[in-house]
């Protein structure tokens, strides 16, 4: 909406200015876990504000995996459940038969989706299941202290890779997204990134599609989310989200992959 | 009414057992001796409308009843000895999650990937728990097929009532064997209602609600788990089954459970025609184990034979249970093995009776 | 024009509002809050258009936007 310049005062104009951005109603109002500058918190905060715009609270049951995320359930206003990890995908399979009229939605690290969670979410995936998957890539194991995961880029230095993943000794960086976009059972993927204000609205319209995906009773959906792990990066959050955009995007491009 | 008899394996009863018992979701992965289970699932589940899935792994199998019971739905999973070995985590979460679940093994030939022959090898991993954690299941073992039906019908009402997953311990050779079923299995039989206030369906009306086995707080596992023993301590006083033979005048008993323990009648019926006084135990609920009436049955007999498809594990319970009262021998086979009667007289005879 | 709250206490100083702050409106303190951090506070004057950039960046919601 255009706002009309009137010649305001140093102090706000006459007209008392409407709150326009505050925590969404899906969202519990408690301090979060995450360490400084972490993209979960963020990553949350758009989830529960698609939840809320769509209207889904009371319809809504999330799945949280193990990891950083595994406290999830603290910071969200809907019924939530915790898998044991990597079988997220599939706890969410056994919920969305039984309550197709739910939405059902999982969150996963990269450690519990791409790692030990590699069967659930490609079978998953290719029997397409009308649920929705965030996936939120941050290249380490966080919870259990920076160790390699299966998404960490090569000479990325770790806990498990000291010197830099090499590729002979650690195997490549994993591309799930590209992998995902090849069943017949998905229908969108697209991967985003919450390293500044624009990608972090593009995640939130991503996020959105998804959803809506499964509102509509379309299929499989899956946005993959890059986020910072300032702690295991060994960095500050502002050069974490400009690693993003210097590196780890240069590995895992963003944008619709299909769908 | 004349009563009609259908010829079914022991794998399908327990499929109809649970189909009667309203199982709404099957998830389940090949692997023989109870393949049969998951085709009669495949066909009957999709004639009932309810779900039933082949999942990639054992693993994902358990997770998948996990979703499905968190989400207020009576849900199964079967498979044999090296499958459970991998439900395992599954099963200590549903325990910790306080889930209701329904685990049917058909034991196989181990340990490793052993053979597909009979066996009861699998008992201390379902009665001690294969999973983390203080926990335990209750453990039904039926001896025929009509009973298998019973049995897992009755697991879902022990799942549902003490919210906590129930293990079907069957063995290759009651799941293939077919026996006949009277006709009343078509009945369809009273379903008992549990209400289910603490699935999670949606918060609609209500506060969220959570389902979780992760408890960081100060204390807080320590008193979920004070909580879990005082319900497993109800389930120890109020559960317990076991079928007994002659144990009034019996001089000597003879404890198995299964498809052994009808081995073992033949050799208890055969004895007491020779006015032996032999006896028999049988227990039907693994745990919670028969230890009382073994215990008072010690105290006043010569001595117990336990008989078992392995190296004697039901075998270490019978001697807590037993307390030194008298004395306890074993005869078992390993390996897929099969006691035969003659091997169980060959036993007693070395033992003067 | 339009202005921002900041919940100080919550702020965990990772400073993601600030350098993504078009106009440069957000500061650090110099004092530390209840977390021992340096949290950030608001230059409030009539460059803010509301656009929530930074409430956007914020991983721990610190950041009400009126506009």
Redesign the interface.
Known sequence: MKITNKTSSTNQTSKALRKVFSLPASMRDVAMHYCSGCGHGIIHRLICEVIDELEIREKTIGVAPVGCAVLAYDYWNFDTTEASHGRPPAVATGIKRILPERIVFTYQGDGDLAAIGTAEIIHTANRGENITVIFVNNAVYGMTGGQMAPTTILGQKTETTPWGRDAQRDGFPLKISEMLALLSGVVYVERTAVNNAKNVLLTKKAIKKAFLNQIENKGFSLVEILSPCPTYWRMSPVEAVKWIETEMVKYYPLGVIKG | MMREKILMCGNEAIGEGAIQANCQFYAGYPITPQNELTAYMARRMYEEGRVFIQSESEISAINMVFGASLAGARAMTSSSSPGISLKQEGISYLVGCELPAVIVNIMRGGPGLGNIAPSQADYFQAVKGGGHGDYKTIVLAPSSVEEAFNLTRLSFDLADHYRNPVIILGDGLLGQMMEPLPQILNSKLKIQNYPKDWALTGCLGRKPRIIRSLLLGEGELERHNQKLQEKFKSISEKEVRFERLYLEDAEFVLIAYGTVSRICKAVVNNLRGKNKKIGLIRPITLWPFPEKIIRETAEKIEGILVVEMSAGQMLEDVKLAVEGKCPVYFCGRMGGGIPTEEEIYEKLSQMLI | ???IKIDKE?C?????CM??CPKGLIIQDEEINIKG?RAVSFKN??EC?????C???????C?????
Do not use: H, Q, R
Request: hydrophobic share 40%; with cysteine; charged share 15%.
């Open positions: 024009m339009a202005y919550k965990k100083g990772c400073l993601l350098t993504n951090v004057n009539s258009t509301g656009c929530a950039f409430a956007l960046m914020c991983p721990d919601v950041i009400e936007v009126y506009k």
